[in-house]
């Protein structure tokens, strides 16, 4: 089975457990712009949550970093609940989906502001670095696609689109503080004869961030050649 349509399997069955929600949220009155714009709010949050662990808290506590990755997953629940509400409560427009577009890629920013901001704060150059190539990656897959939709080509493949950004990100900061909390927030592992630790804690959030800059770029990447081959045919 391809990973397309492993992907769209997976989204109709998540689609089907939030129908009742989505259905909740037309009957108070929620549009989808709302609804958007509740996910951009949060996401601001999850800034705000990384910038005060940089702030007040110490390399060790890796505890902001957890509760900003659960943030994440509760934001992006709101991305999908935006365009079913659309569907569900005959409310798409052409506006809402370019409201939809802006706003994701606010949303990505702050997030990605405030991984950068913490980081940084906490002297993690090297983390930051790659968690700003992966910034620019996540920018130029949506970009791409963006760009070669708007002169006819349809340009939706690749790994490390919006969902699993936000999966990937979401889950590995939940993952670290947790671990945080096991093992402790200044662990490092040294193996003899390497004069460097090759393992701390924090890098089970770091590492998936490093995965994701390699691979949203190569999807970037993959998505500019199938759109020029796509318009050389035409």
Not at 86 to 91: C, D, K, Q, S
Not at 146 to 161: D, F, N, T
Not at 190 to 195: A, C, T, V
Request: positive net charge; glycine residues 10%.
């Amino acid at each position: 089975m391809s990973s397309k349509k492993t992907r769209d399997r997976l989204q109709v069955g998540i689609y089907k457990i939030i129908t009742p929600f989505v259905r909740f949220l037309i009957r108070i009155g929620l549009t989808p712009n709302a609804v958007t714009t509740i996910g951009l709010i949060l996401n601001i949050g999850v800034a705000i949550i990384f910038i005060k662990g940089a702030e007040i808290g110490n390399r060790g506590d890796l505890s902001y970093v957890g509760w900003a990755g659960a943030l994440v997953l509760f934001a992006g629940l709101f991305d999908m609940l935006d365009g079913q509400v659309a569907r569900l409560g005959n409310m798409s427009s052409t506006f809402g989906a370019l409201y939809d577009s802006v706003l994701d890629r606010y949303s990505e920013l702050f997030t990605f502001l405030g991984i950068c901001y913490y980081l940084v704060a906490h002297h993690y150059f090297l983390s930051s670095l790659f968690a700003f190539v992966a910034l620019i990656g996540s920018m130029m897959v949506s970009y791409t696609r963006a760009r070669a939709e708007s002169l006819g080509v349809e340009c939706k493949g690749g790994l490390m689109q919006r969902p699993e950004r936000v999966v990937l990100i979401g889950v590995s900061a939940i993952a670290c503080g947790i671990v945080s909390s096991v093992i402790g927030g200044s662990y490092k592992l040294y193996i003899e004869h390497i004069p460097f630790h090759v393992f701390e804690t924090i890098s089970v959030f770091t590492f998936p961030i490093s995965i994701m800059a390699v691979l949203t770029n190569i999807t970037a990447i993959r998505r500019l050649r199938d759109a020029k081959i796509a318009l050389q045919k035409k």
